[in-house]
């Protein structure tokens, strides 16, 4: 059975056109925003103070208007207003699902929507953010994957999803307190896992994570924020040298056969040209392990000798194993291996050496789980066996 999906869809980049009228101050790196306040007339001599105190208004005190920032004189608030605006994201819907999962459907510029998904646990609330409208990836176990790309989000529209997250969850600091003062944050990690290959955007991911991980704003460490990526060879080290937040790796079969199904990519790279990557990542070291996500497909990637082989692959990686239950969606053309399967799968991870978790599925009523995002007006209910065939699985 040979998979026919194209490894990436065939595309041409065009740079964007910027919108007509005033600027959008959100995504914009701290040199760029000096940039802009240059050009519209602030002092040279100003413009490193002005820089830090729009920052702060911004992304620690998530402050939208002009007006409201008191510390600027009502001249220079005037000027802002006149050449600048605050815009995030619009948040088209929000669902909650009975385990407190909540999925926001986001509308960006063009009319293209998104969506983010903000997952609360005990002792962290984990933000799952979008990359691209659509992936240029074709996985086939993935409901994004169905989704042909449509284009890359711009660093605002990245940020922007954190942004109105902490809207929604009312976590911006009030006036006169720090972040977190009240006790653990209701957002504290960020997983770029949404749709969308990270690596495929890497400027437009790179800027707006070194905004979230600015001490004076978001202020969210690196080692609080994963990238993962479907094995994008040449960026990976990049992606450490850049950007230095935690890396995972959908890797999800152990030999090269299984993954050019599974992940169409591995048909450029290789799982020995990935691993090879791998085992050179600049911040690899015991305490800074890479994740590898594996997610459980029934009679297709689950076996003990899958286990076995997975274990030998990874020898000498600093490494967890995250195993993630297949989350159907509609057409899907897998089905979730057992439980007792996956804990088998997990025991022969564990005494080996590797931690293995089973994910829990969260969301899954609200169509949020992992594989499961695709934009509404996207959501296209194609037949189990019209996605086989685009798929390359018929």
């Excluded at 208004?57 to 605006?85: C, I, Q």
């Excluded at 240029?136 to 042909?148: E, P, Y």
């Excluded at 790309?149 to 942004?163: A, D, F, H, K, S």
């Excluded at 025991?347 to 969260?362: Q, V």
Aim: proline share 6%.
């Amino acid at each position: 059975m040979t998979a026919t999906t194209p490894i990436t869809q065939d595309l041409v980049t065009i740079p964007r056109k910027l919108p007509e009228g005033p600027v959008n101050l959100i995504g914009l790196t701290r040199p760029l925003l000096r940039e802009a306040l240059l050009t519209a007339g602030t002092p040279e001599k100003q413009v490193k103070m002005r820089v830090n105190q729009l920052w702060q208004w911004l992304y620690h005190w998530g402050v939208r208007d002009f007006d409201s920032m008191t510390n600027l004189a009502k001249p220079y608030r005037a000027m802002l207003a006149e050449n600048f605006v605050i815009s995030l994201p619009e948040v088209v819907s929000k669902q909650v699902s009975a385990d407190g999962t909540r999925k926001y459907l986001v509308r960006i510029a063009g009319g293209h929507e998104v969506e983010v998904v903000y997952i609360p646990e005990a002792d962290r609330g984990t933000l799952c953010i979008s990359s691209q409208v659509g992936c240029t990836l074709t996985c086939s176990f993935c409901h994004t994957g169905t989704q042909k790309l449509v284009r890359n989000l711009t660093p605002g529209e990245i940020v922007g999803q954190i942004m109105l997250a902490r809207d929604d969850l009312d976590e911006w600091p009030a006036p006169g307190t720090g972040t977190g003062v009240d006790g653990p944050r209701l957002l504290s990690n960020i997983v770029l896992m949404g749709m969308g290959e990270p690596l495929y955007n890497f400027e437009g991911v790179r800027d707006a994570m070194n905004i979230a991980m600015d001490g004076e704003g978001i202020a969210l460490s690196r080692r609080r924020i994963t990238l993962s990526t479907s094995g994008v060879v040449p960026e990976i080290a990049r992606a450490a040298e850049e950007i230095g937040c935690q890396l995972a790796v959908s890797f999800h079969a152990t030999t090269d056969e299984v993954r050019d199904k599974l992940v169409p990519i591995n048909k450029r790279w290789n799982i020995k040209t990935l691993l090879d990557t791998l085992r050179e990542y600049p911040r690899l070291s015991n305490s800074e392990r890479i994740t590898f996500e594996y997610v459980m497909l029934k009679d297709v990637n689950d076996t003990d000798d899958d286990a076995r082989r997975l274990v030998s692959l990874i020898k000498g990686i600093p490494a967890k194993i995250n195993l993630i239950p297949f989350n159907e969606w509609p057409g899907a053309p897998y089905q979730r291996s057992d439980w007792s399967r996956i804990e088998k799968f997990a025991d022969i991870i564990y005494k080996a050496g590797y931690a293995s978790p089973i994910r829990t599925p969260r969301g899954e009523d609200i169509m949020a789980a992992c594989g499961q995002l695709k934009s509404a007006t996207e959501r296209a209910r194609k037949s189990r066996a019209q996605i086989a065939q685009e798929t390359g699985l018929s």
